[in-house]
């Protein structure tokens, strides 16, 4: 909130929380204040569901810079799989 | 200052109290044993939440004679552990301002209303807490008698920040400011930056108020949290502290 940069997306996906699996309803994403990482921001990632209470919660807190290079990361290998599913189609 | 023949207690628990709209909040009160009377804090928290940092905060001020009230602003957006909720509030863009003040009332009013309070009241906030610090001073229906701002950001906002939940920067309520404000910042800190202090010093004193800023050199934000230690800057923390009880003691004593 001190940034101002925060956004929520509805999802569906999975997450384990603690002991237990939930099904992922909404993403946070932020640049903001984290809660554990030692910086003044960082890119927030909370997987909830909230229907399920704040609990159902997977926080991810990461610099920027990992922040960027997981990105590419994860979009290169989006592309990698569907390169395999259509292959395999 | 703390005489080793005194008697000395403290009272500390979780109550209910009426906030924004007539609603039923929790909120964490602390205070000196004794009949007083005592002056009285409001202890506004900041984004990661009702959280320990601040129960402890409550537990200082009791300490040094404060009745202190710090409520649950984020109570109905739910429940659980302070940043699971905090979380929620974060993506959500913050608590609205409106519901914070309204809070803010009805502590005020609560503390005004107990026996052993002397009627003076201050409100002290970090990081947010410390923005809606300086706007309940300035919109407070109650009133309060000192107000205490550390590092609070968005006090200056561009408009393309304004929303729903914050839709008036707090310097435009700057003219209503109705309390001394002591203000405390570093200069590493990115929200406020030392340019948006300086802006908000600057409608201070056009208004003509009653302020003194205090912008400490190898600090950033939230320099009194010990438990950051990437945050923490003990120096500042220790002199930042000292001002504080000068600065109540001398508007609320």
Redesign the interface.
């Known amino acids: 909130?001190?940034?101002?940069i925060?956004?929520?997306v509805q999802i569906a996906g999975s997450g384990k929380s603690r002991d237990r699996w939930f099904p992922i309803a909404q993403t946070?994403?932020?640049f903001?204040?984290p809660?554990h990482l030692?910086?003044?921001?960082a890119l927030?990632l909370?997987f909830?569901n909230?229907e399920l209470?704040?609990?159902a919660?997977v926080?991810v807190e990461l610099t920027p810079e990992d922040a960027r290079e997981l990105a590419t990361t994860i979009l290169r290998l989006l592309d990698e799989g569907a390169e395999v599913e259509a292959g395999s189609a | 200052m703390t005489d080793t023949r005194a008697y000395e207690g403290l009272i500390a628990e979780t109550i209910t109290v009426q906030g924004d709209g007539g609603d039923s909040i929790y909120a964490y009160f602390a205070r000196p044993l004794g009949e007083g009377p005592f002056p009285a804090m409001l202890l506004l928290h900041h984004i990661p939440g009702w959280d320990e940092w601040y129960r402890e905060t409550a537990r200082r001020y009791a300490h040094h004679g404060y009745v202190t009230i710090c409520p649950d602003l984020y109570y109905r957006d739910g429940s659980g552990e302070p940043e699971d909720v905090a979380a929620k509030v974060r993506a959500e863009g913050g608590a609205p301002d409106d519901r914070v003040v309204g809070d803010a009332d009805g502590c005020i009013a609560y503390l005004r209303s107990l026996p052993y309070v002397t009627g003076k009241v201050g409100v002290m906030g970090t990081c947010s807490g410390g923005r809606h610090s300086f706007l309940v001073g300035c919109r407070s229906s109650e009133g309060v008698d000192a107000v205490v701002d550390c590092w609070g950001g968005n006090v200056v906002m561009p408009p393309e920040n304004l929303s729903e939940r914050q839709p008036v920067a707090p310097i435009d309520y700057t003219a209503d400011l109705a309390a001394p404000l002591l203000g405390l910042f570093g200069e590493n800190d990115f929200s406020p930056t030392p340019d948006q202090v300086a802006e908000h010093e600057a409608a201070l004193q056009r208004e003509g108020k009653d302020y003194e800023f205090h912008m400490y050199p190898n600090a950033g934000h939230g320099f009194f949290y010990y438990n950051y230690p990437q945050a923490y800057a003990a120096e500042a923390a220790v002199d930042g502290w000292e001002k504080i009880w000068d600065f109540l003691e001398r508007k609320l004593g």
């Open positions: 909130m001190c940034t101002m925060a956004e929520k946070y994403v932020s903001d204040h809660f030692q910086r003044e921001h927030n909370d909830v909230e209470g704040t609990g919660r926080a």
